[in-house]
Antibody
């Protein structure tokens, strides 16, 4: 069974750093792209970027380029997204998703990680 | 960036009725590079349709997708109680991948 299991909810202060994870199982982790999708409270879905874990080829949406860093450790089938300095506007649910290709639909979703940034 | 506009914003219907949801792209997404997702409150999105008209595994045949280029439609032939949710379209014809703003299908 394909699963994407994300790390737990986070509460952070503005200016703090954060790295959240997404562990894939039940499939060949290095043969699929992993993407990240943001959903702000009460809002729609926004694609942030993707990584191909086999060679760490990474691509970002222009809206998120420079705002986050996506990485992966294929030895433990885990992808990450990180922020160096959080803002209140980063408060959102973040989903990892599996892509078959760099440009494709998302066939599996992680359960989501809620990030709350508040002083 | 391709902008996807979904309409209507909210659709109020009764169980058993037919739902027709529209997704219009600001430029062509290619022949069929469009997917549809359903998201119920407090749940993760679920893939319904990819390739504009191909149902994902386990999706009932009351859900159907059609269209190409810039105009796409998701149809639910007869709404069941569990179908009420927010529906999003997503294009993957060009990067960045983008979503529509969503259509909420609510019980009338």
């Amino acid at each position: 069974e394909v699963q994407l299991v994300q790390s737990g909810p986070e509460v952070k202060n503005p200016g703090e750093s954060l790295k959240i994870s997404c562990k894939g199982s039940g499939y060949s982790f290095t043969n699929y792209w992993i993407g990240w999708v943001r959903q702000m409270p009460g809002k729609g879905l926004e694609w942030m970027g993707i990584i191909y874990p086999d060679d760490s080829d990474t691509r970002y949406s222009p809206s998120f380029q420079g705002q986050v860093t996506i990485s992966a450790d294929k030895s433990i089938s885990t992808a990450y997204i990180q922020w160096s300095s959080l803002k209140a506007s980063d408060t959102a649910m973040y989903y990892c998703v599996r892509h078959r290709l760099s440009s494709s639909w998302f066939d599996y979703w992680g359960q989501g990680t809620l990030v709350t940034v508040s002083s | 960036e391709i902008v996807l506009t979904q309409s209507p914003g909210t659709l109020s219907l009764s169980p058993g009725e037919r739902a027709t949801l529209s997704c219009r792209a600001s430029q062509s997404v290619g022949k069929n590079n469009l997917a549809w997702y359903q998201q119920k409150p407090g749940q993760i999105p679920r893939l319904l349709i990819f390739g504009a008209s191909i149902r994902a595994t386990g999706i009932p045949d009351r859900f159907s997708g059609s269209g190409s280029g810039t105009d796409f439609t998701l149809t639910i032939s007869r709404l069941e109680a569990e179908d009420f949710a927010v529906f999003y379209c997503q294009q993957y014809g060009s990067s960045p991948l983008t979503f529509g703003g969503g259509t909420k299908v609510e019980i009338k």
